[in-house]
């Protein structure tokens, strides 16, 4: 669930989790394979979900 957005990044909040996700949003690009993996690892979430 988005939660806020602070200039050029979107921030992301999962209901029961205490985490907070800051995505970088730079032109459209998309995430790299690592930084990616990292925030699923932190929401909770495997790649066969998706």
């Known amino acids: 669930m988005l939660a806020r957005i ?5 921030v992301y909040m999962k209901q029961g989790n ?4 800051s995505l970088p949003i730079h032109k459209n690009e998309a995430l ?3 930084l990616l ?6 929401a909770g979430i495997r790649e ?3």
Do not use: Q, T, V, Y
């Open 32 to 34: 790299k394979a690592g």
């Open 18 to 21: 205490p985490s907070r996700i």
């Open 37 to 42: 993996r990292h925030f699923m690892k932190i």
């Open 6 to 10: 602070n200039g050029s990044h979107h």
């Open 48 to 50: 066969d979900e998706l």
